[in-house]
């Protein structure tokens, strides 16, 4: 009779403590999503919208590569060749003299490049980050964070590459990595360009050496 009554006692304690937690949890819950309005009405009005109002055209496509020994480097090297208006650049580790030749290309043939990269990964005399500025293109880095880790691509505003994928022959040959490129995807573009603006204001620049 003893254990029984104990049992019961034990059991109203746990339904109290779990009521309580599931109180907690939503209160919890309810304080995120004031404080995160605007960001959870993005997120909602972006895949809530109807089939007339979608954000991501009918043309939109994706494209994507692994490596090593993969097609992650074409993938970019065709998004960077088929850019005709502006293409902007947040990278890690920028080593890769395939990509930067292909930037240096973009930017003579008029297409406006700019590149910010992580400021400890490419302080070398020579890599892609200054051979690019040596040769006009504008270039920042940036100090202010512990890594820097970016890697992505925006490219007349309307695809974007990303993933694990650094700017470097390391990436190609030995690293496990994957590449992927959205074709017009002007909302998500915009969203990243947004960020990669705000990176660029506090970086700094990278003068040429000659």
Same mark, same amino acid.
Do not use: C
């Given at each position: 009779m003893k @254990?029984?009554?104990?049992?019961? =006692?034990?059991?109203k304690i746990l339904s109290v403590f779990y009521r309580f937690l599931a109180l907690a949890l939503v209160a919890l819950?309810?304080?995120?999503?004031?404080?995160?309005?605007d960001r959870v009405s993005s997120f909602i009005s972006f895949f809530a919208s109807s089939p007339d109002q979608s954000p991501v055209p009918s043309?939109?496509?994706?494209?994507? *590569?692994?490596?090593?020994? *993969?097609?992650s480097l074409n993938i970019i090297l065709d998004g960077i060749k088929k850019a005709e208006k502006s293409i902007i650049v947040a990278a890690y580790s920028f080593t890769s003299k395939p990509i930067s030749t292909a930037l240096l290309d973009a930017h003579k043939r008029g297409v406006a490049v700019r590149v910010v990269a992580d400021a400890?990964?490419?302080? *070398?005399?020579?890599?892609?980050?200054?051979?690019? =500025?040596n040769q006009g293109v504008p270039v920042r880095v940036?100090?202010?964070? =512990?890594?820097? $880790?970016?890697?992505?691509?925006?490219?007349?505003?309307? $695809? #974007?590459?990303? *993933?694990?994928?650094?700017y470097s022959a390391a990436a190609v040959d030995r690293n496990?990595?994957?590449? @992927?490129?959205l074709?017009?995807?002007?909302?998500?573009a915009k969203v990243?360009?947004?960020?990669?603006?705000?990176?660029?204001?506090?970086?700094?620049? #990278?003068?040429?050496?000659?």
């Amino acid at each position: 009779m003893k @254990l029984r009554v104990k049992s019961r =006692a034990k059991s109203k304690i746990l339904s109290v403590f779990y009521r309580f937690l599931a109180l907690a949890l939503v209160a919890l819950a309810t304080i995120y999503m004031v404080q995160s309005k605007d960001r959870v009405s993005s997120f909602i009005s972006f895949f809530a919208s109807s089939p007339d109002q979608s954000p991501v055209p009918s043309s939109a496509t994706l494209e994507v *590569g692994f490596s090593p020994k *993969g097609k992650s480097l074409n993938i970019i090297l065709d998004g960077i060749k088929k850019a005709e208006k502006s293409i902007i650049v947040a990278a890690y580790s920028f080593t890769s003299k395939p990509i930067s030749t292909a930037l240096l290309d973009a930017h003579k043939r008029g297409v406006a490049v700019r590149v910010v990269a992580d400021a400890k990964s490419n302080s *070398g005399a020579y890599s892609a980050v200054t051979f690019l =500025a040596n040769q006009g293109v504008p270039v920042r880095v940036n100090s202010r964070y =512990a890594i820097f $880790h970016h890697k992505f691509m925006v490219i007349d505003n309307r $695809h #974007v590459q990303t *993933g694990s994928f650094n700017y470097s022959a390391a990436a190609v040959d030995r690293n496990a990595e994957n590449v @992927l490129l959205l074709r017009d995807f002007p909302e998500i573009a915009k969203v990243y360009a947004q960020e990669w603006q705000r990176l660029w204001n506090e970086s700094k620049e #990278v003068k040429p050496n000659y």
